[in-house]
């Protein structure tokens, strides 16, 4: 089975809408995929009408979380969409995006840069708006070569001139959350250092402690070294190891499947889930 438990259609960020996902998923060679769009569960019921033949869709999201001042994302998978608790702090975060990509706007245009709000909306569309739609105007202006080239500090970037916070879980609050709406809770590239500052490892232990599913290791911003080290720690503290593309269409260079997650992983991950359970086309 290959397994790819990581990616993003229009509903947040990524450019293939729902339905197209899991045609190239299908095309791609995969047997899972899981949608795991920005702290939104909007594309799901495309998804699951699109599936192909054969295909098993894991319904999830990437929940945006923020610890000791430092921005990570947990990924939860097999939830039920409808708890109501989990349901509104999601759609809290959701309705901070528009002010938040506004304000970045605002800013980029104090410092020379020829973007505007409408196009910044147009380029998301019905999808939850951030900074990639953001970075992608900014290629469009001439302003820098690539998405990846406005996630700098002169520009978006966490520590970035133009960057502007928003609101993000707790993770802790998230665990808790993703548990009771019967959901499994993975850490997203938890030491992805190319992309800024990280949570220690005691952090993790910490996580761990408090129910933390796994940690996805097989990830692109991962070198071979740092997954060598995720894999170990994912041993000492009993958690799962994932691996997934963490696919965005042609906004990233990661294709599907790219990497994946071992099956008997993936069937331990569908065991503790109570929430919600994969649908197969």
């Known amino acids: 089975m290959r397994i790819d438990l990581h990616t993003h259609s229009t509903a947040s960020d990524g450019t293939d809408s729902p339905a197209g996902l899991v045609r190239h998923a299908k095309d791609a060679g995969l047997d899972v995929v899981a949608l795991t769009d920005h702290d939104t569960v909007s594309g799901h019921d495309a998804a699951v009408r699109a599936l192909p033949t054969g295909l098993t869709l894991v319904t999830g999201t990437e929940l945006s979380c923020r610890l000791g001042g430092v921005s990570l994302h947990m990924l939860a998978y097999l939830f039920d ?12 975060v959701r309705d901070d995006r528009v002010p938040r990509a506004r304000s970045m706007v605002r800013k980029l245009r104090e410092l020379g840069v020829p973007v505007t709000w409408e196009r910044v909306a147009e380029i998301a569309g019905d999808g939850s708006v951030g900074r990639p739609h953001i970075a992608t105007a900014m290629v469009e202006a001439g302003t820098v070569e690539t998405v990846s ?11 970035g ?28 590239h938890p030491l992805a250092v190319k992309r800024g500052h990280c949570v220690p490892e005691s952090a993790i232990t910490e996580l761990a402690t408090a129910g933390l599913d796994g ?20 041993a000492e503290l009993g958690l799962l190891a994932t691996g997934s593309s963490d696919y965005h269409g042609s906004r990233k260079t990661c294709r599907l499947g790219e990497h994946t997650t071992d099956p008997d992983v993936y069937a331990e991950i569908v065991a503790r889930a109570s929430g919600a359970a994969p649908v197969t086309g």
């Open 81 to 92: 969409p409808a708890e109501p608790e989990f349901a509104r702090e999601r759609e809290l």
């Open 149 to 159: 080239d406005a996630f700098t500090r002169d520009w978006i970037a966490n520590d």
């Open 161 to 188: 001139r133009a960057h502007v916070g928003k609101h993000e879980l707790d993770p802790f609050d998230a665990l808790r959350l993703i548990k009771g709406a019967g959901g499994v809770a993975v850490f997203a």
């Open 215 to 234: 940690i996805e290791v097989d990830h692109m911003d991962h070198e071979p070294a740092t997954r060598a080290r995720l894999h170990g720690l994912a």
